[in-house]
């Protein structure tokens, strides 16, 4: 089955640190870019940040540039994303979401996890 | 940085009504938009791609249209499953509009 898996979210402390997981299945992982897009309580969706099929190039929403590191590991189908230094803003759900590859469209998204900044 | 504004922000509507929700870009992004459906606790999910391209899948009462800043996402008949939030999405800096809701 083609899916998209997260895991990683929970409970913490502003300041604190936090590591999402995305686990690929179903597809070749390595021929996508993939994204991070999050959606605070409530609220619309945000996107978090971008990297490409080598991991080579990577961008990031300004919200969180400095703070938040997405990086791949293909041989694993894995995709993920470290967040430090967060702040209660940051509470959302985060969801892993696949780019197509020929069209504009994220066209794979997973169930997502949530995270909670708070003390 | 590229700003998408969406309207309405929200709209009440009847099964089979004719529903459309209009995507603005705040400079021209040719046809790089795409649009996606939300349903309460579930993840998006596309629905046209490069503006104009129906996801497969994607029930032909969906369409989307326009290019440069105007885009509009139309629903021809309405149905119960389209209750739902409605996002749209540039993919030059890859930002998502505020999002409309589809409402009985």
């Known amino acids: 089955e083609v899916q998209l898996v997260e895991s990683g979210g929970g409970l913490v402390q502003p300041g604190g640190s936090l590591r999402l997981s995305c686990s690929a299945s179903g597809f070749t992982f390595s021929s996508f870019s993939m994204n991070w897009v999050r959606q605070s309580p409530g609220k619309g969706l945000e996107w978090v940040s971008y990297i490409d099929t080598s991991g080579n190039t990577v961008y990031y929403a300004d919200s969180v540039e400095g703070r938040f590191t997405i990086s791949r590991d293909n041989a694993k189908n894995s995709l993920y994303l470290q967040m430090n230094s967060l702040r209660a803003e940051d509470t959302a759900v985060y969801y892993c979401?696949?780019?197509?590859?020929?069209?504009?469209?994220?066209?794979?998204w997973g169930q997502g996890t949530l995270v909670t900044v708070s003390s | 940085a590229i700003q998408l504004t969406q309207s309405p922000s929200s709209l009440s509507a009847s099964i089979g009504d004719r529903v459309t929700i209009t995507c603005r870009a705040s400079q021209a992004i040719s046809g790089a938009l795409a649009w996606y459906q939300q349903k309460p606790g579930k993840a998006p999910r596309l629905l046209i791609f490069d503006a104009s391209n129906l996801e497969r899948g994607v029930p032909s009462r969906f369409s989307g249209s326009g290019s440069g800043t105007d885009f509009t996402l139309t629903i021809s008949g309405l149905q119960p499953e389209d209750f739902a939030t409605y996002y749209c999405?540039?993919?030059?800096?890859?930002?998502f509009g505020p999002g409309t809701t589809v409402d009985v």
């Open positions: 999405q540039q993919f030059i800096g890859l930002t």
């Open positions: 979401a696949r780019d197509s590859v020929v069209v504009d469209g994220f066209d794979l």
